[in-house]
C-alpha cells in the first residue's frame, strides 16, 4: 500500500506528539507520518505519531479496542476461527522481552457495555483486554527492527471482528486445548 506522506504546518495539526527531544531521523519521520496519514486516510482511525518511541498509536475505547494473547496456540487458533467464520480479522504482534512467550494483539470493534471481568480460564491462559485509553501501537510499514508488525493486516471494507467474537473463540479455544491436554496428558494453554 503506497501512502504519500504529507507536509504539517504544526505537531497538534499533524497528529505528532513529543513527550521529550526528537529522537528519530528524518527517514523514520517520514515513515512514522506515512503510516499515520495511511491509517487515518484508509480507516478513519484517530492515530497519534510518537517520535521519541518511533511508533504510532490510537487510543483504545470510543474506535477500536484490543485484545492480547499469545499468539500460540491460543492467538492461532483464534485467527483460524475468524478466518474459518469468514469474519474479519487485524493482527499485530506485540513486543516481546525477556524470554516472554510471543504474544498478539488482535484488534476489535469498540465495546459498547462496560468490561465485565474476564473469565477465569481466559485470564489463566494469558489473555489480556486492552483497557480503555491503553496505547495500541501500530506496525510502521519500512521500519528497520520493527517491534510490531501485521500478523493479518486490516481491511477497510470488512472492518474489525466484535470484541465478544474474539473473547468467545479465545474461550472455545481455551476449552478445545484443555479437553486435549486430558486426553492426551498434555499440559493447558497458559
Known amino acids: 500500500m503506497m501512502v504519500k506522506a504529507m507536509a504539517s504546518p504544526s505537531p497538534v495539526a499533524s497528529g505528532r506528539t513529543r513527550t521529550g527531544p526528537a529522537t528519530c531521523g528524518r527517514r523514520e519521520a517520514g515513515l512514522?507520518?506515512?503510516a499515520r496519514d495511511c491509517y487515518v486516510a484508509e480507516f478513519g482511525w484517530p492515530v497519534v505519531v510518537d517520535e521519541q518511541r518511533r511508533q504510532v498509536h490510537l487510543a483504545a475505547g470510543a474506535v477500536?479496542?484490543?485484545v492480547s494473547m499469545p499468539a500460540t496456540p491460543l492467538g492461532e487458533a483464534v485467527l483460524h476461527g475468524l478466518v474459518t467464520a469468514l469474519q474479519p480479522a487485524a493482527i499485530t504482534?506485540?513486543?516481546t522481552r525477556g524470554g516472554r512467550c510471543p504474544q498478539w494483539l488482535l484488534?476489535?470493534?469498540p465495546r459498547h457495555k462496560p468490561q465485565a471481568a474476564?473469565?477465569?480460564d481466559l485470564q489463566t491462559a494469558g489473555v489480556r483486554p486492552i483497557r480503555s485509553g491503553e496505547p495500541v501501537v501500530l506496525p510502521v510499514p519500512g521500519m528497520l527492527r520493527p517491534d510490531v508488525?501485521?500478523?493479518c493486516p486490516p481491511?477497510?471494507?470488512r472492518g474489525l471482528p466484535a470484541y465478544s467474537v474474539v473473547l468467545g473463540l479465545a474461550r472455545r479455544a481455551c476449552h478445545t486445548h484443555a479437553a486435549h491436554s486430558r486426553t492426551?496428558?498434555?499440559t493447558s494453554v497458559g
Do not use: E, F
Open 32 to 34: 512514522l507520518a506515512a
Open 149 to 151: 508488525q501485521w500478523i
Open 118 to 120: 474476564l473469565a477465569d
Open 64 to 66: 477500536v479496542n484490543a
Open 93 to 95: 504482534t506485540l513486543p
Open 107 to 109: 484488534l476489535t470493534q
Open 155 to 157: 481491511s477497510p471494507r
Open 184 to 186: 492426551s496428558g498434555g
